[in-house]
T-cell receptor, first 112, second 114 residues
Framework: RKEVEQDPGPFNVPEGATVAFNCTYS??????FFWYRQDCRKEPKLLMS???SGNEDGRFTAQLNRASQYISLLIRDSKLSDSATYLC?????????????FGKGTKLSVKP | DAGVTQSPTHLIKTRGQQVTLRCSPI?????VSWYQQVLGQGPQFIFQ???????GRGNFPDRFSARQFPNYSSELNVNALLLGDSALYLC?????????????FGPGTRLLVL
């Protein structure tokens, strides 16, 4: 089983749609969680951190369920500029190391 | 302030050759991590350095090595290149190595091995 698994996608949605991405992680000791966005042929950029209490940033809402080892990202009122690959990321900080573990990514295409 | 910078941006090598990739972290950041991203996959962890010491190593062969310099910049070396080493190599910097620390990525070096 992969450490971080995401919806395979791609997601093709019209402008204004609401879209939800799901992600599960296998290590119950994982400590911090993120969503990164990656545009075609560009580097990943932090979209938002994910907290147990849930957090919102404008049209974006992230949720974490530690009991189910499940992370979600909700995008409301999709814009053309939201088209990108969304990467679910887990940080299993331990000892002296804190590397990121990425899911495969889910591609989103928002159409006019 | 400048973000993470990497050089070169693109590189073409042949099998068996050696390559050195370079990374300069954000000013004030003391940790550098290296990741490999092959087409269609998420980035995969290679190395993490903090204060010039190796803090972590991913599941990569010994052909891969790295180091961090006193100014916190870093180099990734890959020897005896294989076709499968063709990928985007990403460098990420962070202030420190701790839970919840955000890592910021550079634009990457795109390596093609022929």
């Amino acid at each position: 089983r992969k450490e971080v698994e995401q919806d395979p996608g791609p997601f093709n949605v019209p402008e204004g749609a609401t879209v939800a991405f799901n992600c599960t992680y296998s290590n119950s000791a994982s400590q911090s969680f993120f969503w990164y966005r990656q545009d075609c042929r560009k580097e990943p950029k932090l979209l938002m951190s994910v907290y147990s209490s849930g957090n919102e940033d404008g049209r974006f809402t992230a949720q974490l369920n530690r009991a189910s080892q499940y992370i979600s990202l909700l995008i409301r009122d999709s814009k053309l500029s939201d088209s990108a690959t969304y990467l679910c990321v887990v940080n299993n900080y331990g000892g002296s190391q804190g590397n990121l573990i990425f899911g495969k990514g889910t591609k989103l295409s928002v159409k006019p | 302030d400048a973000g993470v910078t990497q050089s070169p941006t693109h590189l073409i090598k042949t099998r068996g050759q050696q390559v050195t990739l370079r990374c300069s972290p954000i000013s004030g950041h003391k940790s550098v991590s290296w990741y490999q991203q092959v087409l269609g996959q998420g980035p995969q962890f290679i190395f993490q350095y903090y204060e010039k010491e190796e803090r972590g190593r991913g599941n990569f062969p010994d052909r891969f090595s790295a180091r961090q310099f006193p100014n916190y910049s870093s180099e990734l070396n890959v020897n005896a290149l294989l076709l499968g080493d063709s990928a985007l190599y990403l460098c990420a910097s962070s202030l420190a190595v701790k839970s919840g620390e955000t890592q910021y990525f550079g634009p990457g070096t795109r390596l093609l091995v022929l």
